[in-house]
C-alpha cells in the first residue's frame, strides 16, 4: 500500500505546496567529455511538500542533498526544471518585477548563512528598514518605524535594541548577525517561511531562543514554516512534522516524534544513530557501531545509482532496490507516518537477514 | 610528558582603541599540547573567534592584540613568539604550521575558479615540486577525504552546497598537513553522519600525522565526544577549563552546567529544555565581580565584587582543571607561576 504526503483532510489549511517539484542543474562538459548525452546535476527530484497553517514542517538529510534547492525553488529564487508550485492552491510561477515582490512578501526565505546575506556596508537600521518599507510595513511615521525596529530586534532577542540597531554586520559576532538576518525576514510579515537552517550558527541557548520564538510565531501569527536544519533533536522538539531528505528525494516523512523516534529508512536511521550523544561515548567505542554504519559515501548526482539512491549504502538491501525506484510505504506505527523504502512494501517477501529491525507499531 | 605546541599566555585582543576599545578577549591562558584537540565553547559573543584570530594574527580591523605571547613550539624545537614574527614569517607560519578554517569559511573559497583549481593552488603553494597530475590526485584524495565525490571536482563554489563548501575548506586546510589545524564552527553546515565522518576522519589524521587541532564550537556535545579537552569561555574570558569528560560529567562553573542543560535531547522522554536565563553581556558595560552574576542561579556574597582567579579547586593541579568560580576557590592563577619545561 502506498500513501501520499498529502492527506486529503484539511486541505484550507495548505499555504504552500510543491508537487513533484524537479530540478536538474546542467553541467558543463569539458573537453575530454565531448562524447556522451548532456549531464545534468539531479539536486531535486520529484519531491512532494505540503507546508500548512500553523504548522512546523522540518526538513533534515544529508549535506548537499537538495534542501536548500527546494527551499530556494518555493521561494522561487531558482526557476524549477518540472513539477508546480501551488501558493493557496494556485499554481504560481513568477519572477522578478511586482508579482515576484507580491509572492516574497508571503513567502520569506531566511538564508543558510548570514555571512553572505547581509551586506557589509549597512547597518541593521538599514537592513530592517528597507525590509519594512519594501513589505508596506513600516507605518506612516518616523515613530511608527522607530518602534516597528525595536519591535522587530526585542523579537529575536537583540535588546536592548538601541544597543545594535546602529551596528554593521562586522561589527557583529555570528549568532548576533543571523538574529538580524531572521529580523528581517519577520518584517515582511509573512505567511510562510522558509527557514534554510537559521540556527545554525548559533549557540545552544540562543538557539533555544530562536526556535522558541519560530513555534511562538507559527501560533500566534498562524504562520506555516518550513525549517531546514541539521539538528535532528531540534526537529522532534519543534517541527510538528519531519521530512528526510536523501540524495535529491525524499525519503521518509511522519510527525516528528515518530520519524525521530522510530525511523524507518535505512538512512534516516543512520542519521538518527550518528547523532552526537556524550553519554554514548564508551559504549559506541566499544561496538565500533556508529563509526562503522556511517561508511559509504554520498552517492554522485550527476550519475544517481539507480533504483533507491541509498543501495550502495544500504545494510537491508535487497534486489529491487537496485533496480526500482520506490513509492512510499505507510510505515504503520503513527498516521501519516511513511517511508520510500522496498523493507516496507508488504508484497514483497524478505530474506530473514535482510529484513530491518521491526519498527514497533 | 605532554608537549606543548601553542602556549597562549595573558592575551587579550581588544576593538577599536582608547575608551571606545571593546575588550572581546580578556587575559586569556591556554596551552595547546601535541596531538590534542582543545574544544573551545562558549555563547555567541563570548570570543571564541577573537581569541583563534588574535592568536593567527589574522584579526580583522579595528581588531588588536592589546598585550600577552602566543608561543609556538616548532617541529624543530624552536620557540617563537608568533605576535613578534615579521610578516613573511608570519606568512610561512600560516598554512603550513598553522591553518585556520574561518568560520562562515564556505563564502571564502574564490567563486571564479574551479574548486579542482583553488585546492591545487594550495598544494602548489605547499609543494612547488608537484607535477600538474600529482597535485591533481592529491586533490581527487583531498575531496574524498570529505565526502564530495570525485565527478565534483569541476566544480565552480556556487554550484555546491553550503556545507559542501564547508567540506572543501576543511579539505584545504588539511592540505597542508599543519602543525596545528584550528577550526571555527567547522561542522556547522553539516548533516550528523557526515559530521562524523570528517571529525572521525580527521580524529585519525592527528593520530598519523601528529598535528593538534582547536575545535571551536558552540555544539557543547559534540565537544564532548570528539575533543580532549574543553575550555568554556564568557565574556571573553575562560572561566573553566578541563578534561572533556570531567566537563560533562561534573562540570563545576554554573555556566557550563547551564550549557550542557541546554541541549534537547534526541533520545529518551520529551524533556522540558532550559536555557540560561538572561542574555549574554554587552562587552562595552560588563558586571562588576564575576560577570557572569547576573544570571547565575547560584550566584552568593562575593559574586558581584570580586573578580574569581582562573586556577585549579581544591584536589586539582593546574594542569589538570582550572575554573573561575567562587563555588570553587582556586589557591593559584593560572599564568601566575612559569610552566615547567
Ligand atoms: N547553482 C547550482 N549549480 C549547480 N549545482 C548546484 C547549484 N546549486 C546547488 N547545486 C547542487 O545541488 C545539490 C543540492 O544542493 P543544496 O544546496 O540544495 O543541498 P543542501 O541539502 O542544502 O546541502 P547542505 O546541507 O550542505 O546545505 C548539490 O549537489 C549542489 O552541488
Ligand atoms: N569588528 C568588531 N568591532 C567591534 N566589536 C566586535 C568586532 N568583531 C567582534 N566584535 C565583538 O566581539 C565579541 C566577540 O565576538 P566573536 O566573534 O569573537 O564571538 P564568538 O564567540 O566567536 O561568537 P559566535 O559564536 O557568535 O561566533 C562580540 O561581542 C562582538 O560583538
Ligand atoms: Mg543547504
Ligand atoms: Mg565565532
Given at each position: 500500500?502506498?500513501v501520499?504526503?498529502?492527506p486529503?483532510?484539511?486541505t484550507?489549511?495548505v499555504?504552500l505546496?510543491?508537487?513533484?517539484?524537479?530540478?536538474h542543474f546542467?553541467?558543463r562538459?569539458?573537453?575530454?567529455?565531448l562524447?556522451g548525452?548532456?549531464r545534468a546535476?539531479h539536486?531535486?527530484d520529484?519531491?512532494?511538500?505540503?507546508?500548512r497553517?500553523?504548522?512546523v514542517?522540518?526538513?533534515?538529510g544529508?549535506?548537499?542533498?537538495?534542501?536548500?534547492?527546494?527551499?530556494k525553488?518555493?521561494s522561487?529564487?531558482?526557476r524549477?526544471?518540472s513539477?508546480?508550485?501551488r501558493?493557496?492552491?494556485?499554481?504560481v510561477?513568477?519572477?522578478g518585477?511586482?508579482?515576484?515582490?507580491?509572492?516574497?512578501?508571503?513567502?520569506?526565505m531566511i538564508?543558510?548563512d548570514?555571512?553572505?546575506?547581509?551586506?557589509p556596508?549597512?547597518?541593521?537600521?538599514?537592513h530592517?528598514?528597507?525590509s519594512?518599507?519594501?513589505?508596506?510595513n513600516a507605518?506612516?511615521?518616523g515613530?511608527?518605524l522607530?518602534?516597528a525596529l525595536?519591535?522587530?530586534?526585542?523579537?529575536?532577542?537583540?535588546?536592548?535594541?538601541?544597543r545594535y540597531i546602529?551596528?554593521?554586520p562586522?561589527?557583529?559576532?555570528?549568532?548576533?548577525?543571523?538574529?538580524?538576518a531572521?529580523?528581517r525576514?519577520?518584517g515582511?510579515?509573512?505567511?510562510?517561511?522558509?527557514a534554510?537552517?537559521?540556527v545554525?550558527?548559533l549557540?545552544?541557548s540562543?538557539r533555544?531562543g530562536i526556535l522558541?520564538?519560530?513555534?511562538?510565531?507559527?501560533?500566534r501569527?498562524s504562520?506555516?514554516?518550513?525549517?531546514?536544519t541539521?539538528?535532528i533533536?531540534s526537529?522532534?522538539?519543534?517541527?510538528d512534522?519531519?521530512?528526510v531528505?536523501?540524495?535529491?528525494q525524499?525519503?521518509?516523512?511522519?510527525?516528528s516524534?515518530?520519524?525521530?523516534?522510530?525511523?524507518?529508512?535505512?538512512?534516516?536511521?543512520l542519521?538518527i544513530?550518528?547523532?552526537?550523544?556524550?553519554?554514548?561515548i564508551e559504549?559506541?567505542e566499544a561496538?565500533g557501531l556508529?563509526?562503522?554504519?556511517?561508511?559509504?559515501?554520498?552517492p554522485?548526482?550527476?550519475?544517481?545509482?539507480?533504483?533507491?539512491?541509498?543501495n550502495?549504502?544500504?545494510?537491508y538491501?535487497?534486489d529491487i532496490?537496485?533496480?526500482e525506484?520506490?513509492?512510499?510505504?505507510?510505515v504503520?506505527?503513527s498516521?501519516?507516518?511513511?517511508?520510500a523504502?522496498?523493507l516496507?512494501?508488504a508484497?514483497?517477501?524478505?530474506q530473514p537477514e535482510?529484513?530491518?529491525?521491526?519498527v514497533?507499531? | 610528558?605532554?608537549?606543548?605546541v601553542?602556549?597562549?599566555?595573558?592575551?587579550?585582543?581588544?576593538?577599536g582603541?582608547?575608551?571606545?576599545?571593546?575588550?572581546?578577549?580578556?587575559?586569556?591562558?591556554l596551552?595547546?599540547h601535541?596531538?590534542?584537540?582543545?574544544?573551545?565553547?562558549?555563547?555567541s559573543?563570548s570570543?571564541?573567534s577573537?581569541?583563534?584570530y588574535?592568536?593567527?594574527?589574522l584579526?580583522?580591523?579595528p581588531?588588536i592584540?592589546?598585550?600577552?605571547?602566543?608561543?609556538?613550539h616548532?617541529?624543530?624545537?624552536d620557540?617563537?613568539?608568533?605576535?613578534?614574527l615579521s610578516d613573511?614569517?608570519?606568512?610561512?607560519?600560516?598554512?603550513?604550521?598553522?591553518?585556520?578554517?574561518?568560520?562562515g569559511?564556505?563564502?571564502?573559497?574564490?567563486?571564479v575558479?574551479k574548486?579542482?583549481?583553488?585546492?591545487?593552488d594550495?598544494?602548489?603553494a605547499?609543494e612547488?615540486?608537484?607535477?600538474?597530475?600529482a597535485?591533481?590526485?592529491?586533490?581527487?584524495?583531498?575531496?574524498k577525504l570529505?565526502?564530495i565525490?570525485?565527478?565534483r571536482?569541476d566544480?565552480?563554489?556556487?554550484q555546491?552546497?553550503?556545507?559542501?563548501r564547508?567540506?572543501?575548506m576543511?579539505g584545504m586546510a588539511?592540505?597542508?598537513?599543519?602543525q596545528?589545524?584550528?577550526?571555527?564552527?567547522?561542522?556547522?553546515a553539516?548533516?550528523?553522519?557526515m559530521?562524523r565522518q570528517?571529525?572521525?576522519?580527521?580524529v585519525?589524521?592527528?593520530?598519523?600525522?601528529g598535528?593538534s587541532?582547536?575545535?571551536?564550537t558552540?555544539d557543547?556535545?559534540l565537544?564532548?565526544?570528539?575533543?580532549?579537552r574543553?575550555?568554556?569561555m564568557?565574556?571573553?574570558?575562560?572561566?573553566?577549563?578541563?578534561?572533556?569528560?570531567?566537563?560533562?560529567?561534573n562540570?563545576?562553573?554554573p555556566?557550563?552546567e547551564?550549557?550542557?542543560?541546554s541541549?534537547?535531547?534526541?533520545?529518551?522522554?520529551?524533556?522540558?529544555?532550559?536555557?540560561i536565563?538572561?542574555?549574554?553581556p554587552d562587552l562595552r558595560?560588563m558586571?562588576?565581580g564575576?560577570?557572569f552574576?547576573?544570571?547565575c542561579?547560584?550566584?552568593?556574597e562575593?559574586?558581584?565584587?570580586v573578580?574569581?582567579?582562573?586556577g585549579p579547586?581544591?584536589?586539582?593541579?593546574?594542569d589538570?582543571?582550572?575554573?573561575?568560580c567562587?563555588?570553587h576557590p582556586a589557591?593559584?592563577?593560572?599564568?601566575a607561576?612559569?610552566p615547567?619545561g
Amino acid at each position: 500500500m502506498t500513501v501520499s504526503a498529502t492527506p486529503a483532510a484539511s486541505t484550507d489549511d495548505v499555504v504552500l505546496q510543491a508537487v513533484k517539484l524537479t530540478k536538474h542543474f546542467p553541467v558543463r562538459r569539458s573537453a575530454s567529455q565531448l562524447f556522451g548525452k548532456s549531464r545534468a546535476i539531479h539536486a531535486v527530484d520529484s519531491v512532494d511538500i505540503v507546508l500548512r497553517r500553523g504548522r512546523v514542517t522540518a526538513l533534515v538529510g544529508e549535506s548537499g542533498s537538495g534542501k536548500s534547492t527546494v527551499a530556494k525553488l518555493l521561494s522561487q529564487l531558482e526557476r524549477r526544471t518540472s513539477g508546480d508550485i501551488r501558493l493557496h492552491g494556485e499554481s504560481v510561477s513568477v519572477h522578478g518585477g511586482r508579482p515576484f515582490r507580491q509572492y516574497v512578501r508571503k513567502v520569506q526565505m531566511i538564508f543558510q548563512d548570514p555571512f553572505a546575506s547581509l551586506n557589509p556596508t549597512h547597518t541593521v537600521r538599514y537592513h530592517l528598514t528597507r525590509s519594512l518599507r519594501i513589505h508596506g510595513n513600516a507605518g506612516k511615521s518616523g515613530a511608527d518605524l522607530q518602534r516597528a525596529l525595536d519591535a522587530l530586534l526585542t523579537r529575536v532577542n537583540l535588546t536592548p535594541p538601541e544597543r545594535y540597531i546602529d551596528k554593521f554586520p562586522h561589527e557583529l559576532s555570528g549568532g548576533q548577525r543571523q538574529r538580524v538576518a531572521i529580523a528581517r525576514a519577520l518584517g515582511a510579515d509573512p505567511e510562510a517561511l522558509l527557514a534554510d537552517e537559521p540556527v545554525s550558527m548559533l549557540d545552544v541557548s540562543i538557539r533555544l531562543g530562536i526556535l522558541t520564538l519560530l513555534r511562538d510565531l507559527k501560533e500566534r501569527l498562524s504562520l506555516a514554516i518550513l525549517y531546514i536544519t541539521h539538528d535532528i533533536a531540534s526537529a522532534r522538539y519543534f517541527a510538528d512534522d519531519t521530512l528526510v531528505m536523501y540524495a535529491g528525494q525524499m525519503v521518509e516523512g511522519g510527525d516528528s516524534e515518530s520519524v525521530t523516534q522510530n525511523p524507518a529508512h535505512p538512512y534516516t536511521r543512520l542519521l538518527i544513530e550518528a547523532a552526537p550523544d556524550p553519554d554514548r561515548i564508551e559504549a559506541a567505542e566499544a561496538s565500533g557501531l556508529a563509526g562503522d554504519r556511517a561508511a559509504g559515501e554520498p552517492p554522485s548526482l550527476i550519475d544517481p545509482p539507480p533504483g533507491c539512491r541509498f543501495n550502495p549504502r544500504c545494510p537491508y538491501v535487497m534486489d529491487i532496490c537496485r533496480v526500482e525506484t520506490p513509492q512510499h510505504f505507510v510505515v504503520g506505527d503513527s498516521a501519516g507516518h511513511w517511508a520510500a523504502c522496498w523493507l516496507f512494501d508488504a508484497s514483497i517477501p524478505k530474506q530473514p537477514e535482510t529484513h530491518a529491525p521491526a519498527v514497533q507499531a | 610528558m605532554k608537549q606543548p605546541v601553542l602556549e597562549i599566555k595573558n592575551l587579550n585582543v581588544d576593538y577599536g582603541l582608547g575608551d571606545n576599545a571593546v575588550h572581546a578577549v580578556r587575559e586569556v591562558h591556554l596551552t595547546l599540547h601535541k596531538g590534542e584537540v582543545l574544544g573551545l565553547a562558549g555563547e555567541s559573543g563570548s570570543g571564541k573567534s577573537t581569541l583563534a584570530y588574535g592568536l593567527t594574527r589574522l584579526l580583522p580591523p579595528p581588531g588588536i592584540v592589546a598585550g600577552g605571547q602566543v608561543l609556538y613550539h616548532a617541529p624543530s624545537g624552536d620557540v617563537v613568539d608568533v605576535l613578534r614574527l615579521s610578516d613573511s614569517e608570519l606568512r610561512a607560519f600560516r598554512w603550513s604550521e598553522v591553518s585556520i578554517v574561518f568560520q562562515g569559511a564556505m563564502n571564502s573559497l574564490n567563486p571564479v575558479h574551479k574548486v579542482s583549481t583553488q585546492l591545487m593552488d594550495v598544494i602548489k603553494a605547499h609543494e612547488p615540486g608537484l607535477s600538474r597530475d600529482a597535485r591533481l590526485a592529491r586533490a581527487r584524495e583531498l575531496l574524498k577525504l570529505v565526502g564530495i565525490s570525485a565527478d565534483r571536482l569541476d566544480s565552480y563554489p556556487h554550484q555546491l552546497s553550503g556545507g559542501m563548501r564547508q567540506r572543501v575548506m576543511i579539505g584545504m586546510a588539511l592540505a597542508l598537513e599543519p602543525q596545528v589545524v584550528i577550526m571555527d564552527e567547522p561542522t556547522t553546515a553539516l548533516d550528523v553522519v557526515m559530521q562524523r565522518q570528517i571529525l572521525r576522519q580527521l580524529v585519525d589524521l592527528r593520530e598519523r600525522l601528529g598535528f593538534s587541532v582547536i575545535f571551536i564550537t558552540h555544539d557543547l556535545s559534540l565537544l564532548v565526544e570528539f575533543s580532549d579537552r574543553i575550555a568554556i569561555m564568557y565574556g571573553g574570558r575562560i572561566v573553566e577549563e578541563a578534561e572533556a569528560h570531567e566537563i560533562y560529567r561534573n562540570p563545576l562553573h554554573p555556566y557550563s552546567e547551564g550549557l550542557l542543560r541546554s541541549f534537547p535531547a534526541l533520545r529518551g522522554p520529551k524533556r522540558e529544555v532550559k536555557g540560561i536565563a538572561g542574555s549574554p553581556p554587552d562587552l562595552r558595560s560588563m558586571p562588576s565581580g564575576c560577570s557572569f552574576h547576573p544570571r547565575c542561579p547560584r550566584a552568593f556574597e562575593p559574586c558581584p565584587d570580586v573578580l574569581p582567579i582562573l586556577g585549579p579547586p581544591d584536589g586539582y593541579t593546574l594542569d589538570t582543571r582550572t575554573v573561575a568560580c567562587h563555588l570553587h576557590p582556586a589557591t593559584i592563577a593560572v599564568g601566575a607561576k612559569e610552566p615547567v619545561g
